[in-house]
């Protein structure tokens, strides 16, 4: 397991695209940093990778991952403010706008 730590508006990831199997997103529940840190872990992740957003209850953080990607490919746990993106049941580019 990779820990990174840093200001992930500023952190190279270079050296990890495509190589993770699963990044966890718990920062800055803003608009622009919860739309920044996402489209980055879409970058991070393999073509079987996850993405976990906690506080995907909170509404900054639903608006930023529901402006980046298709809400029905977005599963929320029932009963908490986790919710999860699977790659291997969907079919993303790495880049998305």
């Known amino acids: 397991m990779t820990q990174l ?3 992930s508006r500023t952190l190279d990831y270079s050296p990890y695209l495509g190589q993770m199997d699963i990044v966890l997103i718990d920062g800055d529940h803003s608009y622009l940093t919860c739309k920044s840190d996402s489209a980055n872990a ?10 976990i957003w906690d506080d995907y209850n909170a509404l900054e953080v639903q608006r930023a991952v529901n402006e980046l990607l298709p809400k029905e490919n977005i599963f929320q746990l029932q009963g908490t403010g ?3 993106l699977d790659r291997s049941l969907t079919n993303f580019p790495t880049e998305v706008s």
């Open 42 to 51: 879409l970058k991070l992740i393999n073509n079987k990778g996850i993405i």
């Open 82 to 84: 986790f919710a999860i």
């Open 5 to 7: 730590y840093g200001d």
